[in-house]
């Protein structure tokens, strides 16, 4: 156990789904896992490990931004010793090439986040996912005949900004969405020789103003929930 996680480490299989909202987790568990067990519901960050077409998997909230999926995918693969951790989520797309409901395969953030400074002294401002992830990612999509954008991600701290012009993200550093996890799970992953990856869904369009409402970001997005299951079978 940790302070964060009350399932023992039996109870966690080696490769865990991260959705934000511990909602989304019960919806995964109740909607596609079979012999599902509630391993962990600590400050309400749901865990559940069940079996998905014979393969165990544990799919366990993150909570929104770095400092709450840096704790736990850091406890994971730290503590738990989980080998793989994909973070499902949703995002806002910063072009009118993307839409709503598009599936974004994230190759690479770009964050100015202080969050691998602060945990071990890192600089580095774009971090890689897991080619061997995303291999498996791309082949599944094609497989089902999912389109999918392997692109980088804006990485941000703070939702409300007042600062970080969308056009300029997309235009200078080549992010064409933003979400605010993908930097802490990266980097926890590359200092501790693990494998993560991330696959979004665009909930909003910050140059079009198109946008889902929560009840559709917390039950609509399953395109991106079976693509991810699928790919690890």
Known sequence: MTPHNEAEKKDIAKTVIMPGDPRRATFIAENYLENVKLVNQ???MLAYTGT????????????????????????????????????????????????????????????????????????????????????????????KGFPL?????????????????PVKMYEEKDCVAVEMESFALFHN?????????????????????EETTSNEREKSFTRMMELVLDSIV
């Open 189 to 209: 992953a590359k200092v501790l020789k693990k494998g993560a990856t991330c696959v979004l869904t665009v909930s909003d369009n910050l140059i079009t103003k």
């Open 52 to 143: 998905y077409k014979n393969k165990e998997v544990t799919v366990m909230a993150s909570g929104m931004g770095c400092p709450s999926m840096g704790i736990y995918s850091y406890e994971l693969f730290k503590f738990y010793d989980v080998d793989h951790i994909i973070r499902i989520g949703s995002c806002g797309a910063y072009t009118k090439e993307l839409h709503l409901y598009d599936l974004i395969l994230v190759r690479e953030c770009y964050s100015d986040s202080s969050y691998a400074k602060m945990q071990n002294g890192c600089e580095d401002k774009v971090l890689t996912s897991s080619d061997l992830l995303n291999q498996r990612i791309k082949n599944t999509a094609q497989q």
């Open 149 to 165: 954008s392997e692109r980088r991600v804006y990485s941000s701290d703070v939702f409300y900004g007042e600062i970080v012009d």
């Open 42 to 44: 600590v400050r309400g």
